[in-house]
């Protein structure tokens, strides 16, 4: 029996950094694309997070399992990785050639759409109710709002919808290697964190290899970039979700993807300068609506606590 989710004032804390940081990430593999193929930049971002991760988790003494783990443990974890890091990785940096950024926004959000109902028959205490299946749909449409039309421009690409397909099938793999990650028995979140990574690079490079040959030669500034995505979106982020996910649950987790359009549109205008949506302000209220409606008990016992 799983216990049931418990989220505290560092869950919001995490879900919010969470966000900052994966709204940021689209604007730099878009830098990185300039120079380096779409599988390389997956590959490469998953194998420095691995590498750094298992520095850390050697100082722990490469603990994991609390107990002997089941061959249906060792299955779980092969799946999370691929669907976790290496999958939508790779179909993310693939399909945002083709589509416009905005489905790839729209996209992501709909992550919370898809977890909910796994949540429902999966995993303990994620139970479906009238009051958060409402809240998510109007956070969803917060999102949409926010993005407007262009989600559902085209790019004129003969590989548009192939593009949009990977974009969805990323999506799906958040959802699932998250609901399958909660299931997981006792388990050392660095470890996890790491044996993730570990086994999502041995599904990368040879991608990129079979797929892409050799990697081009970056420039410095592309280094940088790779360096970033791999340390910061890829191997710290990679960190908070497990203790997210393991701690107050995948539904909870998934209101990370409704504040990741918000932080890529006002990084965007802080960046690039390019200009705020006019429907930032009620796009955001019903982002912030529905997070408060869905997540209501989770608040009240935290405002509670906070008062006592």
């Known amino acids: 029996m799983q216990d049931a989710p418990k989220i505290t004032t560092g869950s919001w804390l995490m879900i919010a950094l969470l966000a900052f940081i994966w709204g940021g990430t689209f604007l730099v593999t878009e830098i990185a694309l300039t120079e380096m193929p779409p599988f390389w930049i997956a590959a490469s971002r998953v194998s420095l997070a691995a ?3 298992v ?12 107990s002997a783990p089941t061959k249906t443990d060792l299955v779980a974890l092969i799946f999370i ?9 790779s179909l993310l940096a693939w399909g945002q050639q083709y589509v416009t950024s905005g489905f790839a926004g729209v ?6 759409l898809i977890v909910l109902p796994l949540a429902h028959f999966f995993v303990d205490g994620e139970q479906m109710t009238p009051r958060k299946t409402v809240g998510f749909i109007i956070g969803f ?12 421009e085209s790019t004129g690409s003969a590989l548009e919808t192939p593009g949009r397909l990977a974009c969805i099938g990323a999506a799906s793999c958040y959802a699932l290697s998250s609901i399958a990650m909660r299931r997981l028995p006792a388990i050392d979140a660095i470890g996890l964190a790491t044996i ?3 086994i999502a690079s041995g599904i990368t490079i040879p991608l990129a290899l079979l797929t892409e040959g050799l990697p081009p030669l970056p420039s410095v500034k592309i280094l940088w970039v790779l360096a970033f995505l791999g340390l910061v979106p890829t191997a710290a982020a990679n ?5 997210v996910v393991r701690g107050a649950g995948p539904v909870f987790m998934s209101l990370v993807n409704y504040q990741v359009p918000v932080w ?3 990084l965007g205008a802080l960046i690039l300068a390019e200009p705020l949506p006019a429907s930032l302000i009620w796009s955001l209220a019903l982002i912030l609506a529905g997070v408060a409606l869905s997540q209501y008990g989770a608040l009240r016992r935290l405002f509670s606590k906070s008062h006592a």
């Open 51 to 53: 590498l750094v991760m």
């Open 55 to 66: 520095t850390i988790w050697s100082l722990r003494g490469f603990h994991l399992f609390s």
């Open 81 to 89: 990785a691929a669907a976790s890091s290496a999958v939508p990785f």
């Open 107 to 112: 996209s992501m959000a709909a992550v919370a």
């Open 141 to 152: 449409a917060g999102v949409t709002l926010l993005i407007g039309a262009q989600a559902f």
């Open 196 to 198: 993730l990574l570990i």
């Open 239 to 243: 960190f908070l979700r497990v203790l």
């Open 264 to 266: 890529s549109v006002c």
